[in-house]
């Protein structure tokens, strides 16, 4: 069994902060959530209407079935899968364009965030801060979290997400 001890001298203090918190609950994290939920809702509306329009297809292509000639049901059945791939395709690129979006606005919010938490920290003489994640226990008065929310809705002002 391994133990680590950490020595801390008594004049060193130690904080926490829970990141997701503070980029779920700002001001600016809440406008970036609604901005990707804006986003998600306009592709959810166009993918439901392609989605309807494929199954209207393939329901009538079934039914033509016994009556098409084999070759040309071949070819209408080739034709519906094309269209069902591209349809996959296209979805999840857009998935992926969302989740880029997301990532690319999260790194800017942390990029203002940084320097807020480093202020924070040489400001209150905090020699170290821990993301709350890792903390199994911990007290209360530790939490940065709040402060930190609190710095980040006076100093930032609504981003221009892309």
Request: aromatic share 6%; charged share 30%; hydrophobic share 35%.
């Amino acid at each position: 069994m391994l133990f680590i001890t950490l020595s801390v001298n008594s004049h060193s203090q130690i904080a926490y902060i829970d990141i997701n918190f503070v980029l779920s609950t700002s001001k600016v994290g809440n406008a970036l959530n609604k901005y990707i939920k804006e986003i998600s809702d306009e592709y959810l509306i166009n993918y439901n209407e392609i989605e309807k329009n494929l199954i209207k297809k393939e329901q009538e292509l079934v039914a033509q079935q016994n009556i098409l000639d084999k070759s040309e049901f071949e070819k209408k059945l080739s034709k519906l899968s094309k269209e069902i791939n591209k349809y996959r395709s296209d979805k999840k690129k857009s998935e992926e364009s969302l989740n880029k979006i997301k990532l690319k606005n999260t790194k800017e919010i942390l990029k203002l965030l940084n320097p807020i938490i480093t202020e924070y920290v040489n400001t209150n003489a905090i020699s170290l801060v821990i993301p709350k994640k890792n903390i199994i226990v911990g007290k209360k008065n530790l939490d940065i979290t709040n402060d930190i929310i609190t710095l980040l809705n006076e100093q930032t002002t609504i981003l221009n997400f892309e």
